[in-house]
């Protein structure tokens, strides 16, 4: 699929995902635009979603994890495919559509909160993103007689 980032490899969803998910005649009626129909699927508009849906979640997942996450993970997926799906409405989308997007968004916040984790092996955390707690590192402390006088 053309019109992607150079800095991705691949989107973390793709036009089959959409089929796959949501139809392909649901698609042709979100994206055959044009002045005359042409009853297909416009990869272009699906690519444009796409790559609008990739730069909103890269955004708020930025500070957290190395990105591009490659493969995406099954969560991100999901939301990808919500946001990407809400992305190709022209006019308001129906209920089930919006609560979609906005559950998709919410997962993204907590996300990027770090109050919900990516904890799937190949999602390192962006340096400088580990745990809140006091880290310590010392010089190494043998037991010797010395320094254990009192306690031997």
């Known amino acids: 699929m053309g019109g992607q980032g150079d800095h991705r490899l691949m989107p973390y969803c793709t036009l089959q995902d959409l089929i796959d998910r949501f139809g392909e ?12 129909a042409q009853g297909t699927v416009d990869e272009a508009t699906v690519d444009r979603a796409i790559a609008d849906t990739d730069a909103t979640i890269d955004a708020y997942l930025a500070k957290r994890y ?7 993970q099954p969560l991100v997926k999901d939301i ?8 190709l409405h022209t006019h308001a989308p129906d209920p089930k559509v919006e609560a979609d997007f906005r559950e998709a968004m919410r997962q993204l916040q907590q996300l ?3 109050t919900m984790v990516l904890a799937a092996a190949g999602v ?3 340096p400088g993103t580990g745990g809140t707690g006091a880290r310590l590192t010392d010089r190494a402390r043998p037991f010797t007689e010395q320094n254990m006088k009192g306690f031997i």
Not at 25 to 36: E, I, K, M, P
Not at 80 to 87: D, G, N, R, T
């Open 25 to 36: 005649r649901a698609l042709v009626a979100l994206t055959d635009r044009g002045a005359f």
């Open 112 to 114: 990027a909160a770090g």
């Open 66 to 72: 190395a990105l591009p996450l490659t493969p995406a």
């Open 124 to 126: 390192p955390e962006a």
């Open 80 to 87: 990808a495919l919500a946001i990407a799906f809400w992305k």
